[in-house]
């Protein structure tokens, strides 16, 4: 049981490429979600799922896109990179009220 | 709203005890979180406390909720160095008919303790 898994763990971009986030999960866990972490601040919220076919927007949608077509997987794709998207980025799973974190993504846009 | 307050920095010595506070705004929220975060790694959940409870409490960690202030906060006793780390109070924002739902969380709270 590997839990939440995230790749890759570091990555650099140069401004207006495009790149996927992975997240995978092997508990079964209907609701997954999307954070940035930037210094100084909490977490903020990306994109959410509450099952597969299903997504939303959080507090911090714009640049980024979700798809969720299987329970397991969640990805967050850049559609074009910007430095203001230079972040650490978490993806969670939760059920009854207990969210698990994957180990994050540290992305630097130059 | 969603906003969540924390102090950004607490410094303790070892042995003493560690006391984190938190405000947030939600009177709806079900849950309340304390995560903890080391140095370049993912957040570990610590615990979390129903909101219809007072106080919860889970060996060193003392968790006091206060509804009618919207205050919640974190004890360690016998604070010790391996405690150094970030600790973020979050707060779930139920989506209707269900205990699943969006965090908010603070800014975190340093805590940085001292041999």
């Known amino acids: 049981n590997a839990g939440v898994t995230q790749t890759p763990k570091f990555q650099v971009l140069k401004t207006g490429q495009s790149m996927t986030l992975q997240c995978a999960q092997d508990m079964n866990h209907e609701y997954m979600s999307w954070y940035r972490q930037d210094p100084g601040m909490g977490l903020r919220l990306i994109h959410y799922s509450v099952g597969a076919g299903i997504t939303d927007q959080g507090e911090v949608p714009n640049g980024y896109n979700v798809s969720r077509s299987t329970t397991e997987d969640f990805p967050l794709r850049l559609l074009s990179a910007a430095p203001s998207q230079t972040s650490v980025y978490f993806c969670?799973?939760?059920?009854?009220?207990?969210?698990?974190f994957g180990p994050g993504t540290r992305l630097l846009v130059l | 709203g969603e906003d969540v307050e924390q102090s950004l920095f607490l410094s303790v010595r070892e042995g003493d005890s560690s006391v984190i506070n938190c405000t947030y705004t939600?009177?709806?929220?079900?849950?309340l979180y304390w995560y903890k975060q080391e140095p370049g790694a993912g957040l570990q959940l610590l615990t979390y406390i129903f909101s219809n409870m007072d106080m919860k409490q889970d060996q060193r960690l003392t968790v006091l909720l206060n509804k009618k202030d919207k205050h919640l906060s974190l004890r360690i006793a016998d604070t010790q160095t391996g405690d150094s780390a970030i600790y973020f109070c979050?707060?779930?924002?139920?989506?209707?008919?269900?205990?699943?739902?969006?965090?908010?969380f603070g800014r975190g709270t340093q805590l940085t303790v001292w041999p």
């Open positions: 979050a707060e779930n924002h139920p989506d209707r008919g269900s205990t699943l739902g969006r965090l908010y």
């Open positions: 939600d009177s709806s929220s079900t849950y």
């Open positions: 969670a799973t939760q059920v009854s009220g207990t969210q698990y």
